[in-house]
């Protein structure tokens, strides 16, 4: 039966992908906090207007993406992303006064794709807003933060920064006129979206997913060549602050973003490992954005990163927990074990309690759940108020008394 699966591009998150869920979402807010980037929670819908006005008409996401819907007089859209959401409840929780503000989110997006190996409909992001800040060093803040965040997820060795610069508004429109001189030579084998675009938004062609246009797109003029004075010296500051850091960023001069809001900096961490959808991080500054939304000027930088995709990359052992597997031998020492696993638990260990079989069939489950230790706890050791422990990696066995139990247990804590 249909309705007996999910959705098309949907997922449930099972236990063991939660965990590694959860190992980007602390390790990525406990980073965050360190910069100064508190926690923000916007709900997942709004007016489709928040998005139409600032993602721009002819963005793939707004043409093609978005989920709305109609309820009585509203017209309601799924949020495809975090960015707009969090300038939006700026302005309605008068926040501007407090600029400049830092920000992290996490959560589902949700955009009409086709469902392939890290492209869902249903998605996760983890991303950050720098808001109220001009200078070149906010831009450096921002992906050094992403370049954490990443480095402590251990992915350091595994990502690429690619970066860019789109320049300020004088030099995308001298820009769009070399584009569009360039690109009008082959409006015939432009994909019907990039006709339009050629129009509305031809520095979106930069950005098309189509095969045919990326070979034109791939002699197209660079932008970096229309850069005014001003926005070459800002480029150039964001890359001394990288270097100055010791962040290794990779030059991209054809790096553009798909959205109509940004200007100066767009960067990317990338991977090889994923295959098509190499993006794992993406972002840049976005000073357009509140007055696209009817707001007042406000420069703004920011990134968003794929939970998915990041959990694809990391670890997965290292987000295992490995508890401590209790064992009783016999009816008498049930009760005992019973009353150990509550105050283990209650001390903060992890433990796990398996409620039926024999002893043999209790060591499978231990090793099986990749216990660090098992304890067993028989009618001999009950007299003696003592418990087997037995060392899960080594085989190595002692014994403990009960009342020493506890501190016995704390060597393997580090190893959690
Ligand atoms: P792409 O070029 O892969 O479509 P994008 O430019 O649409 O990416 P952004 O809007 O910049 O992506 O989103 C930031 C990050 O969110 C991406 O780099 C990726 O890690 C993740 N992401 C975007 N769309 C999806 C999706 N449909 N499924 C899973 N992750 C996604
Ligand atoms: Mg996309």
Redesign the pocket.
């Known amino acids: 039966m249909a309705t007996l699966n999910p959705v098309r591009g949907t997922q449930d998150i099972l236990p063991d992908e939660h965990r590694l869920f959860a190992k980007v979402e602390d390790t990525a807010r406990a980073v965050a906090a360190r910069y100064g980037y508190g926690e923000i929670s916007t709900p997942i819908f709004e007016f489709s207007e928040v998005f139409k006005r600032t993602l721009g008409e002819t963005s793939?996401?707004v043409t093609k993406e978005m989920y709305s819907f109609e309820k009585g007089d509203d017209r309601l859209t799924l949020r495809?992303?975090g960015t707009a959401g969090v300038a939006r409840a700026v302005m309605s929780n008068g926040l501007r006064q407090h600029l400049p503000l830092k920000f992290f989110y996490r959560g589902p997006?949700f955009?009409y794709?086709r469902p392939q190996k890290?492209?869902?409909?249903q998605?996760h992001?983890i991303g950050v807003e720098l808001l109220g800040v001009a200078e070149p060093l906010g831009d450096v803040e921002a992906i050094a933060l992403g370049h954490h965040i990443l480095g402590d997820l251990g992915l350091a060795d595994k990502v690429t920064l690619e970066i860019n610069s789109l320049g300020d508004t004088e030099s995308r429109h001298a820009y769009r006129e070399r584009l569009v001189a360039y690109l009008s030579q082959f409006t015939n084998q432009l994909s019907e979206d990039s006709k339009i675009r050629l129009d509305k938004n031809p520095l979106r062609i930069l950005?098309s997913?189509d095969e045919g246009d990326r070979r034109i797109v791939a002699e197209a003029p660079l932008l970096g060549d229309s850069l005014n004075d001003a926005s070459r010296a800002f480029f150039d500051a964001v890359l001394a602050g990288l270097a100055a850091l010791g962040i290794p960023a990779q030059l991209n001069p054809r790096l553009v973003?798909?959205?109509d809001y940004y200007s100066h900096t767009a960067f990317?961490f990338t991977t090889t490992a994923l295959g098509a959808?190499g993006?794992?991080?993406?972002?840049g500054r976005y000073d357009g954005l509140f007055e696209m939304m009817g707001g007042p000027a406000t420069p703004g930088i920011g990134?968003?990163?794929?939970i998915?995709?990041?959990t694809m990359l990391i670890d997965a052992a290292s987000a295992e927990p490995r508890p401590i597997a209790l064992i009783p031998m016999g009816a008498a020492a049930e009760l005992e074990t019973l009353r150990l696993s509550h105050s283990l638990r209650h001390a903060g260990f992890n433990v796990d309690l398996g409620y039926a079989g024999n002893m043999k069939s209790r060591m499978k489950r231990a090793d099986k759940i990749k216990a660090l230790a098992a304890v067993i706890i028989g009618d001999n050791e009950l007299q003696r108020c003592a418990a087997t422990v037995r060392d899960m990696d080594s085989g190595v066995q002692s014994d403990v008394s009960l009342n020493s139990l506890e501190q016995h247990l704390t060597r393997y804590r580090e190893r959690v």
């Open positions: 793939d996401i495809p992303e997006m955009r794709e890290g492209r869902r409909r998605f992001q950005d997913k973003r798909g959205l990317e959808q993006t794992v991080l993406a972002g990134w968003a990163a794929g998915e995709r990041l």
